[in-house]
């Protein structure tokens, strides 16, 4: 019986699980991408602003994603091996530092969790060719993207160029779109963000977005070509209508306090190139 429930399994389920475990461990290296990439921008603002002005640079010691090493910010205690290994070393330590017992925040095993289930996920619909693995590259540049623009709104270059740079390359051989479709997605994907940008500014006054988004846009338009742009937008656009007038509602936070839109057009993005399709089909029906 037991050997007709393993002949039964997919055929990738050992890729699945492999990995899956292996975006366990991008998922720990995306917490450190997440902390440290905006403190590395504005250290090097910061240091440009001293230069041009004649000032000493405030930033002189190394600080990337390599070094210095990941150290708790409360007692400077140095996070060993053993402690890196992703969900399993936050539950052994009960989700305190070993050095002075301070609660180490809950987002780092989310993080790794769902890098480690994306993984999983892409791996299982797309297979482990080069489908697989791109979908799989796709989704860990949005988490950072996402956290980042969560935490500081900011969408880095470094980020939204490298995904809109892969996307295509990644249909030159046409995996998720052709390569014309994907150069026009890309276009359109800017140009649609930033006319309404534009828009809203000179009928407002005010800014609606930033740059960022543009660029992220343009990025999930060269994924996946300009077709899917109408659902993209459609989908990012209800569903941060719906959290933004939760949020109000919940937290009586302003209705001009201005809300990050990146993490609604990754969300968007993610589900357009799982059932972008199907969607689209869909959204053709009822018009």
């Known amino acids: 019986m037991l050997e007709d429930i393993f002949f039964k399994l997919p055929e990738n389920t050992f890729s699945t699980v492999t990995l899956g475990i292996f975006g366990l461990l991008i998922g720990s290296f995306l917490n450190v991408v997440i ?3 905006p403190k590395m921008m504005q250290r090097e603002s ?7 002005t004649g000032q000493p640079l405030p930033h002189t010691t190394a600080y990337n994603l390599v070094v210095p090493r ?4 409360h007692c400077g205690h140095q996070i060993s091996a053993m402690e890196n290994i992703p969900v399993i070393s936050y539950l052994a330590i009960g989700g305190k530092c070993r050095g002075c017992k ?3 925040s809950i987002r780092y095993p989310i993080v790794e969790l769902v890098s480690g289930l994306l993984a999983a996920a892409m791996t299982w619909h797309f297979g482990s060719g080069i489908a697989g693995v791109s979908a799989m590259i796709f989704c860990f540049l949005l988490i950072a993207m996402t956290m980042i623009d969560a935490d500081t ?4 270059d470094d980020l939204t ?3 809109l740079w892969l996307g295509l390359l990644v ?4 995996t998720f779109t052709s390569l014309p479709s994907a150069v026009i997605g890309a276009v359109a994907g800017y140009l649609s963000l930033w ?3 534009w828009a809203f500014k000179l009928i407002t006054g005010k800014e609606g977005m930033g740059y960022g988004d543009f660029k992220l846009l343009a990025a999930l338009g060269a994924w996946m070509g300009w077709s899917m742009l109408p659902i993209i937008i459609l989908l990012s656009s209800a569903v941060g209508a719906v959290i933004g007038v939760a949020m109000i509602v919940l937290t009586k936070m302003g209705k001009d306090t201005p809300l990050p839109f990146g993490p609604y057009l990754a969300g968007a993005g993610l589900i357009a190139l799982i059932w972008g399709k199907q969607l689209t089909q869909l959204y053709l029906g009822f018009v």
């Open 161 to 163: 160029l490298s995904l």
């Open 70 to 73: 990941s150290a708790c910010p």
């Open 102 to 104: 301070a609660p180490i």
């Open 153 to 156: 709104h900011l969408l880095p």
């Open 171 to 174: 249909n030159l051989n046409g």
């Open 195 to 197: 006319s309404i940008y």
């Open 46 to 52: 910061d240091n440009y602003i001293a230069h041009e």
């Open 35 to 37: 902390f440290r990439l």
